[in-house]
């Protein structure tokens, strides 16, 4: 289940709180801005995996219908798993 964008918010800003308190980033320019960027790519990184979900499943029902028990006794989730990691694989996505 994909976080709310409230949520990622909250996490982001404690996330560069802690990295400027290290020391580990120096923020240039707008906080705000920095916040923002990197809840977006994080919104979209889990969006990616929602729809890379939405296709293993349907692939996986695919392969349940077109090969039946030639699926070498694995069930439904291990198709799923499997699928899931060759499509995030391809797409450069990671889980």
Known sequence: MRPTQAEIGQ?????????VRSGCITVRGSRRDLD????????????????IERDARAMAEEI?????RETMGMNKQKIIALVRERLA?????VL
């Open 36 to 51: 923002r960027r990197i809840a977006n790519v994080l919104m979209e990184n889990f969006r990616a995996e929602e729809e």
């Open 64 to 68: 349940e219908r077109t090969h039946g």
């Open 89 to 93: 694989k391809e797409r450069g996505v």
């Open 11 to 19: 996490v982001v800003v404690t996330l560069v709180e802690r990295l």
